[in-house]
């Protein structure tokens, strides 16, 4: 499938600080969804977005869906210790046998106290 | 409303042993889909089923396999178990299928082959 790039790869930050991160393709998308996954633990849905140029929040987060409909933001406002996990973009994609869902690599947050 | 729940939530085996990984979706739910998460490869996509039939499928030798049952509950099977099998095991349901819908995870199978 068609590979998600997802930067930074990792960020470590103090509490109370914005978080940034991105994920890009070369081919468009009709929707993108970011996860967040705790260790051993299944990813949990934060935000899915349907139209270029949505943007949603969910609380402190708020994601937007490019115009160019190739990429995506996930923006964490004043970050706090339980925001600490890896966060996934996933974006549905026709292949020839139909619909798969792919996945950036992850954005692994590490927060401060 | 219960989530996506997948079974067992942890097992061993040996290699050249067979397994199989059960998933129910959230009620109302007809589309099912699996993938293996690896540290090295991140998540990849197994296969979807929807409606009992197999939809779409990924890059993963014929050893990896999926059913789907009139309730919407899955299982996939792994066959002649290889040491880089071992893996968390996702399993993902949603209303109508991967493309254009809200899919949910659920809490995983990790598998570790001997």
């Known amino acids: 499938g068609q590979q998600l790039n997802q930067s930074p790869q990792s960020m470590f930050i103090q509490e109370g600080e914005d978080v940034s991160m991105n994920c890009t393709s070369s081919?468009?998308?009709?929707?993108w969804l970011w996860y967040k996954q705790d260790p051993g633990e299944g990813p949990v849905l934060l935000i899915a977005?349907?139209?270029?140029?949505e943007l949603t929040s969910n609380g402190r987060l708020t994601a937007q869906f490019g115009i160019t409909r190739k990429d995506s933001f996930l923006n964490i406002s004043a970050s706090i210790p339980s925001d600490v996990g890896i966060y996934f973009c996933?974006?549905?994609?026709?292949?020839?046998?139909?619909?798969?869902?792919?996945f950036g690599k992850g954005t692994s947050l590490l927060v401060t106290p | 409303k219960a989530g996506v729940t997948q079974t067992p939530r942890y097992l061993i085996k040996t290699r050249g042993q067979q397994v199989t990984l059960s998933c129910s979706p959230i009620?109302?739910?007809?589309?099912v889909s699996w993938y293996q998460q690896t540290p090295g490869q991140g998540l990849q996509f197994l296969f979807e089923?929807?409606?009992?039939?197999?939809?779409n499928k990924g890059n993963f030798p014929g050893r990896f396999s999926g059913r789907q049952f009139s309730n919407s509950r899955s299982e996939m099977n792994v066959s002649t178990l290889e040491l880089g099998d071992s893996a968390l095991y996702l399993c993902?349901?949603?209303?109508?299928?991967?493309?254009?819908?809200?899919?949910?995870f659920g809490e995983g199978s990790w598998l570790t082959v001997v």
């Open positions: 081919s468009i998308f009709n929707t």
């Open positions: 977005l349907y139209k270029a140029g």
């Open positions: 993902a349901s949603s209303l109508q299928g991967i493309a254009g819908n809200t899919i949910y």
């Open positions: 996933a974006g549905p994609q026709n292949s020839n046998s139909g619909y798969a869902l792919n």
């Open positions: 009620s109302g739910h007809r589309s």
């Open positions: 089923y929807f409606s009992e039939t197999q939809r």
